[in-house]
């Protein structure tokens, strides 16, 4: 069984410019969530994604945005970078159905640092 | 809306020696509770989870952790700890008819020999 894979690991990006990020989520499981975590900090919850709609979001602005696809892959896109949008991304997929917040199981996360 | 509050930021303790991590939660209603594990560059590994039923929840790698509805606690245990235990230890909350996790802010555990 295959679990959450994110791509990239790491990246480096400038103020101002835009970035995605990739999930593929755990065979079978057909709910995507994308947290936050900044360094020090716990995860903080961005947006869930069920069925291809967004079905939650946190405390987050606009320019994080995201897709579900029909294979429940899942992108994380923020514009507009910010150096405070420097942290570790990661996604969690879950076969729990939406309403419910169940067992998440979490990809490695991709690093992204704004210079 | 819930929250979790982890009282201890860094913890050391001796290779062999007992562990307790404390975890506070605040939500009106019975929660969803877990505990998470993150090594360092890595992602987040379920321990254990509470949904319902008996208080004292078993998990993975000889950890335990006690519901106590009156304290709104949360704390997790372990008797004897290894030096593979070394890491970074979430408390998550979880609301029913909600699709989020509040996780804490987190308590770093260092094992000595």
């Known amino acids: 069984e295959t679990g959450v894979t994110q791509s990239p690991t790491h990246l480096i990006k400038t103020r101002g410019q835009q970035v995605t990020l990739r999930c593929s989520s755990q065979?079978?499981?057909?709910?995507v969530s994308w947290y936050q975590q900044a360094l020090g900090q716990g995860p903080q919850f961005i947006f869930q994604y069920y069925r291809e709609e967004e079905n939650g979001r946190g405390n987050f602005p606009p320019r994080f945005s995201g897709l579900q696809f029909p294979n429940y892959s899942s992108e994380l896109n923020v514009n507009a970078l910010e150096l405070d949008d420097s942290a570790l991304y990661l996604c969690a997929s879950s076969p729990m159905d939406r309403g419910i917040a169940g067992e998440l199981f979490f990809g490695e996360g991709s690093r992204l640092t704004v210079l | 809306a819930q929250s979790v509050t982890q009282p201890d930021i860094h913890i050391t303790v001796s290779e062999g020696a007992s562990l307790e991590l404390r975890c506070n939660y605040s939500?009106?209603?019975?929660?969803?509770l877990f505990w998470y594990v993150q090594s360092p560059g890595q992602g987040l590994q379920l321990l254990l989870k509470?949904?319902?039923?008996?208080?004292l929840v078993q998990g993975i790698k000889g950890f335990e952790a006690e519901f106590k509805r009156s304290q709104s606690s949360f704390n997790l245990r372990k008797p004897s700890v290894h030096w593979s235990d070394a890491a970074e230890y979430f408390c998550?909350?979880?609301?029913?008819?909600?699709?989020?996790?509040?996780f804490g802010a987190g308590t770093t555990v260092t094992v000595r020999a």
């Open positions: 998550a909350v979880g609301a029913t008819n909600d699709y989020k996790l509040s």
């Open positions: 939500y009106g209603a019975t929660p969803y």
């Open positions: 065979s079978g499981h057909n709910t």
């Open positions: 509470y949904f319902s039923g008996d208080t």
